[in-house]
């Protein structure tokens, strides 16, 4: 069945509220999606009823909290088609999931002119790392263009993958909404003996995510912008490469043992998960997976594709050439997430003077300033949709852009 927005802004408590006293509409949802009341239950009723650290007590709320995080990770697990929940690593966001393999198998396996590549599209959280490691072990970052289509150009990617020993590429722009072909960069990657990583964080709350049909290596995607809470993020990574890998940070929770000469780790996942977890937030990322699972994942893809294509028409026919919506035009081949251009109004001045109408809009770099030069740009307007959007945000959006040009042009 037919995903209805309708019936799902219903889910949102936040979609009652006012912004200048007009109805909120909110297309900022690759910044950080809302959360259905499902989800606040969720952690409102970790705290009120079974609060209590993990894996440390035996009485029966600590046995409860322990339980309800390790279900949770058991959620993400199926929601991502892992074969094994031990394969989730649960961490603070897709940030800390990319800095994680940099300084573990990045820091144990990469040395002086190994090459890491990358593409113009990534966020920042898939460059830096990166950059970082450059500094501390001196690898190579190579990059893939962007092609004038908002597509990755792959013409030259046989060099570029030549003697590569990680391949790292964002499913889905936060910036153009193109979809990256991640199979068959895992699949190139693989035949020179790379590993690759993808950066699943705009594509796991908007698309099916199987982690085996991507033949990634690691996956690493954030929790908030899809319906679940901050603070919670997870890294996938295959059991063998989990099991070699050096630990992240060090701690309690993390250890089989410890003496006064040294430490032995703790089994995977627990290996990588020092200190006291993020109890809730797990116990609200595991809501939200059940949350995502019952719209359906498909029906979530079908609803965005319809509505991007709705947005891309809409505003070209209203607009023309005083519009430049960056990326794919077709939106079979994007997310629904829509950076542009209006009349040379500075995109901080388009969002503020939207903001007026209750239209929620991110303006910015975007943390992709590669791309931003790659682009011609320093910043862009970016509308980004998701389940509790429809037309009508759509319309409302088209309609306040027009209010830019009394005070502008
Ligand atoms: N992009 C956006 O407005 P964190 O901050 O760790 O939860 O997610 C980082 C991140 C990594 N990769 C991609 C593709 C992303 O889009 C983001 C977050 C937000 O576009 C906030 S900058």
């Known amino acids: 069945m037919a995903l209805d927005p309708v019936a799902v802004r219903g889910d949102f408590p936040i979609m009652c509220r006012k912004v200048h006293g007009r109805r909120l509409v909110y297309l900022d949802s690759a910044a950080t999606s809302h959360k259905p009341r499902s989800v606040i239950d969720a952690i409102t009723d970790y705290y009120e009823r079974f609060n209590s650290n993990v894996h440390r ?28 929940a031990s394969e989730v690593i649960l961490v603070k966001n897709a940030t800390e999931a990319i800095n994680l393999v940099a300084r573990t198998w990045g820091q144990a396996n990469l040395g002086l002119g190994d090459p890491v590549v990358i593409t113009e599209m990534e966020h920042h959280a898939n460059i830096v790392p990166w950059q970082m490691l450059a500094a501390s072990r001196g690898i190579e970052l190579r990059w893939i263009p ?6 990755l150009d792959l013409t030259d990617l046989d060099r570029l993958l030549d003697g590569a020993r990680l391949v790292c590429v964002a499913a889905v722009s936060n910036v153009l909404g193109t979809i990256n072909p991640i199979c068959q960069l895992a699949d190139a990657a693989h035949r020179v003996g790379a590993l690759m990583m993808v950066d699943a964080s705009q594509h796991t709350p908007h698309l099916p995510t199987d982690v085996g049909e991507m033949g990634a290596d690691f996956v690493a995607f954030t929790g908030h912008k899809m319906c679940g809470p901050t603070g919670i993020g997870v890294l996938w990574a295959k059991s063998e ?45 595991g809501a939200a997976v059940d949350y995502l699972s019952g719209l359906g994942m498909d029906q979530v893809r079908e609803h965005e594709v319809a509505l991007t294509g709705y947005a891309l028409r809409t505003l070209t026919q209203r607009y023309g050439d005083g519009i430049i919506i960056h990326g794919p035009t077709e939106p079979a081949e994007r997310g629904g997430v829509l950076s542009f251009e209006y009349k040379g109004v500075h995109p901080h001045d388009v969002a503020q003077v939207l903001d007026r109408s209750g239209v929620c809009v991110r303006a910015g770099h975007h943390c992709a300033k590669p ?4 682009l011609g740009c320093v910043a862009t307007s970016r509308a980004s949709m998701y389940v509790y959007n429809d037309e009508s945000d759509v319309d409302a959006l088209a309609d306040a852009l027009s209010d830019t040009d009394d005070l502008f042009l």
């Open 241 to 285: 490469l989990l099991e070699s890998m050096p630990p992240f940070l060090g701690g309690g929770e993390m250890i089989a043992n410890v003496t006064k000469e040294g430490f032995s780790t703790a089994e995977v996942p627990w290996k990588f998960e020092a200190g006291t977890p993020p109890i809730a937030e797990a116990v609200g990322l």
């Open 57 to 84: 007590g035996s009485y029966q709320l600590a046995v409860e909290a322990t339980e309800a995080l390790e279900q949770a990770r058991a959620k993400v697990a199926r929601f991502i088609g892992a074969p094994r």
């Open 146 to 151: 962007v092609g004038d289509d908002g597509h």
């Open 371 to 374: 791309l931003m030069r790659v």
